[in-house]
């Protein structure tokens, strides 16, 4: 059985991530800030699938010693690691002059140092069993920019070129990075107005979490056998328009 671990996995898009990969037989691995929230998913899927095949590990991505015990936890009840999904992330709002300097500096601690600290632990093991695949989750935001959202924009548009230069790197070991770029996603992280968004959508609509699973699953499994380096967007048609106004 093969394993998957996957932050920010005890809601939103990890979470219909987890339930996609438990669905295909894949070992999972949610890691979550929040022990009382990870506990519940872990029995929650534990049940509904096997308790065997589920593990929760409460890590703080952005601090390494916390990342560092979850990967032995990990390798502890399933040996080995085929696929990782850095998915965990924050939003933080505002134009660049409006930005606190601890804003900043924890959007980039989540998103882009974490995305760093959990392939850092995980890659060694892929490199020594010469097979890997690693999907960052990054945004329509880290593709083209948005009003009053500088630190999101540099810290998701960061991610993409980190995976470019990640699949570089890792092609030669049998190892896959990817981008999944999520367009305005109905989850529990996005706090704006879905009509007003949905608007912009040529499909007249957001996207639900289980959609940008389906794709996170798709690359990261022996489906996408042939993709690396890329950038998969999920987005209802967000972010094909050259913005024409209506
Ligand atoms: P979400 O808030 O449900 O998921 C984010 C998860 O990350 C949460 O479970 C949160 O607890 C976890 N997390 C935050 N900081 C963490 C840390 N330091 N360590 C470990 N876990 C941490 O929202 P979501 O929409 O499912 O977001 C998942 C990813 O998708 C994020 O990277 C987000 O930026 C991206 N995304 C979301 C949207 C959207 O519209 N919802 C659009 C584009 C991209």
Not at 64 to 71: D, F, G, I, L, W
Not at 153 to 182: C, E, F, Q, S, W
């Amino acid at each position: 059985m093969q394993t998957v671990v996957i932050t920010g996995g005890t809601s939103g898009i990890g979470l219909a991530a987890a339930e996609l990969f438990l669905k295909h037989q894949w070992n999972v691995a949610v890691v979550g800030l929040e022990a009382d929230k990870g506990a519940q998913v872990e029995q929650q899927l534990g049940q509904q699938y096997s308790p065997d095949q589920v593990l929760f590990c409460q890590a703080d991505v952005s601090k390494a010693a916390e990342v560092e015990k979850m990967r032995q936890a990990v390798i502890a009840k399933f040996g080995t690691v085929e696929a990782l999904v850095n998915d965990a992330g924050i939003v933080i709002h505002g134009e660049l002059h409006e930005t606190s300097e601890e804003d900043w500096d924890r959007i980039f601690a989540v998103d882009v140092k974490g995305t760093y600290l959990v392939s850092k632990a995980f890659l060694p093991g892929m490199i020594k069993q010469n097979r890997g695949s690693i999907v960052n989750i990054s945004s329509v935001s880290g593709m083209a920019g948005d009003r009053a959202m500088v630190a999101y924009n540099a810290a998701k548009g960061a991610i993409l070129n980190m995976t470019r230069a990640m699949a570089i790197d890792y092609g030669k070991h049998n190892i896959r990075v990817n981008v999944v770029a999520p367009g305005p996603t109905n989850t529990p992280l996005f706090h704006q107005d879905k009509a007003k968004f949905a608007k912009n959508s040529p499909l007249n609509r957001i996207v639900e979490p289980e959609e940008v699973a389906a794709a996170i699953y798709f690359v990261a499994s022996d489906a996408g056998s042939a993709i690396t380096g890329e950038t998969i967007p999920v987005t209802a048609g967000f972010e094909i328009s050259t913005g024409q106004p209506m």
